[in-house]
């Protein structure tokens, strides 16, 4: 048997690793919620929830000039343990006998915020780990197919798991990321020569503004950040109708039925992108995905008429999949249309860009409900027809996104000049 190539040794240990750190934070949060008892765990939600926005705001364009700065590798290692050390540092505390909550109001958002700074890493530094026509493939595997080996157990089950010896798992799994992340032998290009902290900030938020594909990008995520309050309202009135007779039965199948969302549109849309992406290119692919996913919403208003649990998981599986695989194919795109140089300014712009979104989002929450109880065809409606408006910026923007990446030739055929060329 031939031993495996070098640049899939490399990618293996640099999924392994992405995927650890990037599941290991969002598991760490319930976690340092109940890690202080003498403090009220709706307090420590409300001020989770209202300071990490903040600092992802303040700190997302320095980080991402600081990672467009230095080797996206050395970012990774050091995020990583300082993840480690901040998680274990309250569960250290706490058996010293020291008071926990100062370093705990510190911790929590200081977890978020490194959390972003991972992902920001993890975008930018692909790359250099693999081929451009890979990107889609690599992101499918380490964004969609590997968190889920975890992500999906829990949905599932319900479980929560908690405690200081769970914290001190977190913090020993974020220095086995850490060190994973140092043995990846990537060639990176140099950074660029430093020109001032507002003059590269400013040239990302440019880029980023004028660059025909990562304005679309920006413009989609922000109106879907919007939008989704509506199709999260309308399931959920269409989960209680649609399971209302079945979730007394206290049936295995029951139960299965009702979470098919958690776990479909992964597999699903990881199994679409990864077939369709060479074929009619990662752009035309996001578009593709949402308009032809986005009308099964629709279906969500047929929740209480006959088998209503059908029309409810196709009402809300088909549109994930179809965000899910938008979602990969833009990452992909954006990745390799974007300079290596300003791969982390570009992420950084768009993560500022999605957190003003979703704060507007949450002001929506109320009417959003209130519309979900009128019940019948209009509610699902309304939300099917955001969730089209919403990839509106992706269908204006194609015609001169296929003319950026082809150069006037078509998909195709570009694929295979690229191929000989060695692009």
Avoid at 144 to 159: H, S
Avoid at 370 to 399: I, K, S
Avoid at 408 to 417: H, T
């Amino acid at each position: 048997m031939a031993a495996p190539s070098p640049s899939r040794r490399r990618f293996a240990l640099f999924a392994l690793a992405a995927a650890v750190a990037c599941v290991s934070f969002p598991l760490a949060e319930p976690a340092l919620w109940s890690a202080e008892q003498r403090v009220p765990l709706k307090l420590l939600i409300m001020f989770d929830g209202a300071v990490e926005p903040v600092a992802t705001l303040m700190l997302a364009l320095p980080l991402g000039v600081l990672i467009d700065r230095t080797r996206r590798r050395s970012v990774l290692v050091l995020s990583a343990l300082l993840g480690a050390v901040a998680l274990t540092s309250v569960p250290a505390a706490g058996a010293l006998g020291a008071p926990t909550w100062p370093l705990l109001l510190a911790v929590m958002p200081a977890s978020g915020v490194l959390a972003m700074v991972t992902g920001l890493g993890r975008d930018a530094y692909l790359p250099s780990v693999v081929r451009r026509e890979r990107l889609l493939p690599a992101n499918v595997l380490l964004l969609t197919l590997l968190p889920q080996i975890v992500v999906v157990p829990m949905k599932l089950t319900g479980a929560v798991w908690q405690g200081p010896v769970f914290l001190f798992a977190i913090g020993l799994a974020l220095a086995t990321a850490a060190a994973l992340f140092r043995g990846v032998s990537a060639v990176e290009e140099p950074p660029p020569p430093r020109a001032g902290l507002w003059r590269e900030t400013a040239e990302g938020i440019r880029f980023t503004a004028r660059h025909p594909a990562l304005r679309a990008i920006a413009l989609y995520l922000v109106l879907s950040a919007v939008v989704a309050e509506i199709a999260g309202a309308v399931a959920g009135e269409a989960w209680e109708t649609a399971f209302r007779g079945l979730s007394g039965a206290g049936s295995g199948s029951a139960w299965w039925l009702m979470s098919a969302p958690a776990y479909v549109p992964c597999v699903l849309g990881a199994l679409v992108a990864v077939l369709l992406h060479r074929r009619i290119g990662t752009f035309r692919l996001a578009w593709w995905a949402l308009i032809v996913s986005g009308p099964f919403t629709l279906l969500l208003a047929l929740s209480g008429i006959g088998p209503g649990w059908a029309w409810y998981v196709l009402g809300t599986a088909v549109p994930a999949a179809g965000r899910l695989i938008a979602f990969v194919a833009l990452l992909s795109h954006r990745q390799a249309v974007t300079p290596h140089r300003l791969l982390g300014r570009t992420g950084a712009v768009l993560i500022v860009l999605t957190t003003v979104a979703d704060g507007v989002a949450g002001l929506l929450e109320g009417p959003a409900e209130r519309l979900a109880e009128v019940g019948g065809v209009a509610p699902a409606a309304l939300a099917t027809v955001a969730a089209l408006a919403a990839a509106g910026p992706l269908l204006r923007a194609r015609r001169s996104v296929d003319h950026d990446v082809n150069g006037g030739l078509g998909d195709n055929r570009a694929r295979r000049v690229m191929g000989r060329t060695g692009d």
